[in-house]
């Protein structure tokens, strides 16, 4: 006969199910918002519709405040969704819908925190959810710790990355292809410069132990007009990820510094870092109850968001961060199921 935990497996998947198979990509969240809301609503739960795709719910005085993002990247025929006795399939299940159907579980199980849903997580900063209710609101979702249920495999990944989108452009002079010594290759310009990009050695920063690696990558490129014309003009474009403790500024100097010499570097947009609240007591708690496993950040996630309000926040959900935004995408029903007991369980 099915036991509690059978019924909680079951519960767990069926409702990652249901998040997944209603379309949530970016800018589309509005009616996932809508059955989030109203889902806490029909289980008596103290929710509120922030505006913008946010919901919050649960009882205003928790001590923590569990966020999760409503939108997903575009489907690649990964919707609707599938369950199998293992996992649970489709667009969103590991990044982060899983998380969602975790939040929604234990606010329907009356357990002791804020819970936060969001929109528009998976495009740049600027088109945030999140950082305009944060301006407008901070004070309806203060709190002493913020836990960003991004997909970490249920370990705490403390702090991220900046994240620096720049455009890098080339020039030269264009001319026939059958006499290049008459013109100058834009492109071998850029290929120089990516050459040397590719052969400089990550560099790592260590923090509370934790080592976060400094990277720049061009993952983009773009130039030439025709078959027989030398182009006079290449643009790469430029990710770059710096450590927590820089500010945006000292990200900025320290990326054109990396490039001198070569092209014409512009930034386009600059995600700050967050800083590594291991010193923080409701996270040396958490860490201590669920005996997880602390790891860095390598990637920016919203709680440098959540840092540049002044609340402290770590990483921490049940999905895999290898699969999100795989075309075969999918979340572990065991992993669901443990982050549910672990934060149903921890008393803050």
């Not at 970490?152 to 002079?173: P, Q, Y």
């Not at 040397?196 to 990550?202: G, H, I, P």
Request: net charge negative.
């Amino acid at each position: 006969m099915p036991g509690p935990a059978d019924a909680l497996r079951d519960h767990l998947a069926a409702r990652t199910l249901e998040l997944v198979d209603i379309p949530s990509e970016s800018r589309d969240e509005e009616r996932l918002a809508a059955h989030v809301h109203g889902v806490l609503r029909a289980g008596d739960v103290r929710v509120e519709d922030l505006g913008d795709t946010c919901v919050l719910a649960g009882e205003p005085d928790a001590r923590v405040l569990l966020a999760g993002h409503l939108d997903t990247v575009p489907a690649q025929g990964n919707r609707p969704g599938r369950r199998d006795a293992e996992r649970v399939h489709g667009l969103g299940a590991s990044d982060m819908l899983g998380a969602c159907a975790v939040m929604l579980q234990l606010a329907l199980a009356g357990a002791p925190y804020r819970f936060l849903f969001f929109g528009r997580e998976e495009l740049p900063l600027a088109e945030s959810a999140l950082t305009p209710l944060l301006a407008r609101a901070r004070d309806r979702v203060d709190a002493e710790l913020v836990v960003m249920m991004e997909p970490t495999d249920n370990e705490l990944h403390a702090g991220c990355l900046g994240n620096i989108n720049a455009t890098w452009t080339f020039t030269g002079v264009a001319g026939h292809s059958a006499r290049p010594w008459q013109a100058d290759n834009a492109i071998e310009h850029a290929a120089r410069a990516i050459a040397a990009l590719a052969e400089r050695e990550v560099e790592p920063h260590e923090f509370y132990g934790l080592v976060f690696w400094e990277v720049a990558s061009v993952t983009r490129i773009a130039g030439g007009i025709a078959g027989n014309v030398i182009p006079d003009s290449a643009t790469c474009h430029l990710n770059y990820r710096y450590p927590p403790g820089w500010s945006p500024e000292r990200a900025e100097v320290r990326l054109a510094e990396i490039v001198a010499g070569h092209g014409e570097l512009r930034i386009d947009s600059n995600a700050p870092s967050a800083p590594v609240a291991l010193d923080e007591p409701l996270v040396r708690s958490l860490i201590e109850y669920g005996e997880l496993e602390v790891k860095p950040k390598q990637a920016w996630t919203p709680v440098a968001e959540f840092a540049a309000a002044g609340l402290p926040a770590v990483n921490f959900g049940p999905g895999e961060p290898a699969l999100a935004h795989k075309r075969e995408e999918s979340v572990r029903v065991d992993a669901l199921v443990g982050a549910y007991e672990t934060l149903e369980g921890w008393r803050p």
